[in-house]
Nanobody, 124 residues
């Protein structure tokens, strides 16, 4: 099993930056792909970015390309999402999710384990 805890959310002005962290426990973390999703009020949960088990491969949603960077440190059991040039429409609850089979799907159904989420608010 993998347990995930997100941190780093908060209030930021449009144009600003924020770093989210996903701390993992569980013996399958180092073989798991880890993704970030987000969900804004009244909207579905959408894919943001994913990183494979060793950090060699990343994929981003179009909305995140060029502004967000996903990275991981398996020794620290950490996956970060660096967000820059934030926009009002980036505001959402951000969730990290893990697939112990190592798949890097952009579909919510591809992930078995989920954190509780961290709120990101962007003011104009």
């Amino acid at each position: 099993q993998v347990q995930l805890v997100e941190s780093g959310g908060g209030l930021v002005q449009a144009g600003g930056s924020l770093r989210l962290s996903c701390t993992a426990s569980g013996h399958t973390f180092t073989t798991s792909a880890v993704a970030w999703f987000r969900q804004a009020p009244g909207k579905g949960r959408e894919f943001v970015a994913v990183i494979n088990y060793n950090g060699a491969r990343t994929t981003y949603a179009d909305a995140a390309k060029g502004r967000f960077t996903i990275s991981r440190d398996n020794a620290k059991r950490l996956v970060d999402l660096e967000m820059a040039s934030l926009r009002v429409d980036d505001a959402a609850v951000y969730y990290c999710a893990a697939d112990p089979a190592g798949g890097t799907s952009s579909w919510r159904s591809g992930y078995l384990y989920w954190g509780q989420g961290t709120q990101v608010t962007v003011s104009s």
